[in-house]
Structures are given as C-alpha cells and as structure tokens.
C-alpha cells in the first residue's frame, strides 16, 4: 500500500487567501504524491475563524475526499491547531504548514523525498523573510541564540512551524508532549531520531495580516524559554550572592567613614540601593510567578483545544 502524508493546515481568519492558498497547493501536492507514489491528505484546522473561514474550507471538503476540517469550538492559537491536526492525522509522514502561503507547498517534493530517504525530522528553516522588518529579524536571531544559551536542548537558529514529522514522532507528540503551555517547534527538534534540515525562502503573505502581534511573540518566546530553561529560576541565587557582596562593600566603607568622622551622604545612599534592589527583585518575582502560572496551568489539565466538528466530504459530523 502507497504511503501517505498528511498535510496539517491552521487556519485562523484567512478568508481572503484560502481559495488562492487551495488552488496553488492541491496541483502540487498531487503531483508530488503521483511522482513519488504516495496518497495524501490535506487536513484544515480552523482555529476557531470569525469569518467566512470554515465556508470556504467546507467547500474544499465537499469538493476533494482527501480533505479533512477539523473545526474547533473556539480559537485556542497556532500550536494547538497544528497539534489537533497532528493528533487527527493518519500518513506517515506530517507536514505542517500556515496557511497564508508563507511556507511554500513547492518544497512537499523534497520533504517526501527526505521521507523516503528514512529521516523522521524535516526542519524547514527560512533563508530569506519578505514580510520581516529588522526588528523582527534581530530579535528573533537573539531569541536563538539565548534560548541555545539557556538550555540543554538544541534550537535551529530560523527555524519555522513548517516541518515535516514521520509517523512515529507523530506519535510520541500523540502520546507524550501534551503540555498546556508549550513550543511546538522546540519539541519536534528535541525528540531526537534521524534529522535534516531543508531550507526555504518565505515569501509575504497572499492576503490578509499577521495574526502574531508583539505581545504573542514575547508570550511564545517567554513560554519557550521557562518550557526548555530552569535558568532564570535560579537566577535569584546569583542576585542574592551579588547583592551580598556589594553590601558587605558597603559596609565596610560605611565603618571606615564613621571612623573618619565624615558620615557618608545616606540618602543617595539608601535611595540608589532601594532601587537597584527593588528591579533584581521583582525580576525574579515575575520569573518564579511565571513558572507558577505553568505548573497552574499544568495541573488545571484541561484541554489543548476542543474540537467542535469534524468536516469531510462525507458529511459533518459533531462532537
Ligand atoms: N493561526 C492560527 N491560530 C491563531 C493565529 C494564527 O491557527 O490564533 C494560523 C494562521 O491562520 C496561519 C498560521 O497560524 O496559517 C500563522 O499565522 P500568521 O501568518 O498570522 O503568523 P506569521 O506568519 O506572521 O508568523
Ligand atoms: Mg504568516
């Protein structure tokens, strides 16, 4: 029997690219599969789109057999999508990609290929960004590289939530990474098993905008950095150990001026010393608060997302 692989698409409000993002894919997924003799399947994760969204994917599913929409009850972000589609997923190999044609369909041929060659992990990693200004460019290389400073765990520097997945790390994801609080991408470069890398030129988006503001990134990075790192957590032995040296420093000058008989100034003092403290304190504060927010979330146990329906050409059916 042919193999086959299974596409995951997170969809979240992409009314304006997705007829354009189908008709571009469908050719080049069916030509790839023909050339290599594989099936497929194409399974859409509409992340809970308050548009026109999950008509259109209903169109896709009514029209192509291969089609699967998983449908969720509501919006519960990129990665849980990828993940239920992930869970959903029945090829032996899994590709994940946006559905904004940022992550190009032209490289499917090549990650099959990788497939056949026996590789379980394919990381996509992006050469060249159209829509990211410097900012993002220089903030996301520093978030590489302190994330591989922090933690035991390897990070591929531009690495992307477009790879391919083989059938049995699909499973360990299935079975083991159930985490709430979570770094997808982190997950699948850390299982181990045989890896590569494939590299791809992003492209802008075809239509519509970002839905990754600011605030998300510096969420996704935080929760990366306290997934993989316990680092900041001890950060607060080290500020400790500081703040005891600098205040046995100041001791010992404030003994030797009194002895002198000239009293030092204590308001700059005390006023520069409050501060200082006050800032590494709170620093701290906010880390250790935000591990307790994971481990809350954590024990909480509730679901990654909730699926509301699942959509093929057969017919709705709910959940
Ligand atoms: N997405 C999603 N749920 C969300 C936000 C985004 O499923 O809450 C999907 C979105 O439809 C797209 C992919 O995740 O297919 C990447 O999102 P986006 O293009 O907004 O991010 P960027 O490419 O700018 O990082
Ligand atoms: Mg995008």
């Not at 089609?67 to 919006?75: L, P, R, S």
């Not at 765990?153 to 790390?169: C, H, K, L, T």
């Not at 239509?207 to 607060?236: E, H, T, W």
């Not at 032995?237 to 703040?243: K, R």
């Amino acid at each position: 029997m042919a193999k086959k692989i299974s596409i995951v698409v997170s969809v979240y409000n992409e009314e304006q690219g997705l007829n354009q993002f189908y008709d571009h894919t469908c050719p080049i997924l069916e030509a790839a599969v023909a050339a290599a003799d594989w099936d497929y399947e194409l399974i859409f994760v509409n992340d809970g789109s308050r548009d026109n969204s999950l008509d259109l994917l209903k169109g896709f599913a009514t029209k192509n057999p291969k089609v699967k929409v998983v449908n969720f009850a509501a919006n519960r972000g990129h990665e849980a999508a990828m993940i239920a589609g992930i869970d959903i997923s029945a090829g032996d190999g899994v590709v994940c990609m946006d559905a904004d044609l940022q992550h190009p369909p032209e490289a499917i041929p090549e990650i099959i290929a990788k497939f056949d060659e026996g590789y379980d992990v394919i990381s996509m990693v992006r050469t060249a960004r159209a829509d990211a200004g410097l900012f993002k460019k220089i903030t996301s290389a520093a978030f590489y590289k302190v994330m591989n400073k922090m933690s035991k765990a390897n990070f591929e520097n531009n690495s992307s939530d477009f790879f391919g997945i083989s059938r049995r790390v699909a499973l360990v994801l299935k079975k083991d990474y159930r985490e709430r609080v979570r770094f997808l991408r982190g997950y699948v470069q850390n299982v181990g098993y045989k890896k590569t890398t494939l590299e791809f030129k992003a492209s802008a988006r075809v239509a519509g905008q970002s839905n990754y503001n600011l605030r998300a990134l510096v969420k996704l990075s935080l929760n990366a950095i306290c997934n993989f790192s316990d680092a900041p957590l001890k950060m607060g032995i080290y500020a400790g150990l500081l703040s005891l040296a600098f205040s046995l420093i100041l001791i010992i000058y404030s003994i030797v001026q009194y002895f002198l008989g000239n009293a030092p100034d204590g308001y700059s003092t005390l006023v520069v010393l409050i501060s200082f403290m006050f800032g590494i304190l709170f620093i701290i504060l906010g880390f250790i608060s935000e591990y307790l927010a994971i481990i809350f979330a954590e024990v909480k146990n509730r679901p990654i997302y909730i699926v509301d329906s699942i959509i093929t050409s057969e017919g709705e059916e709910r959940c």
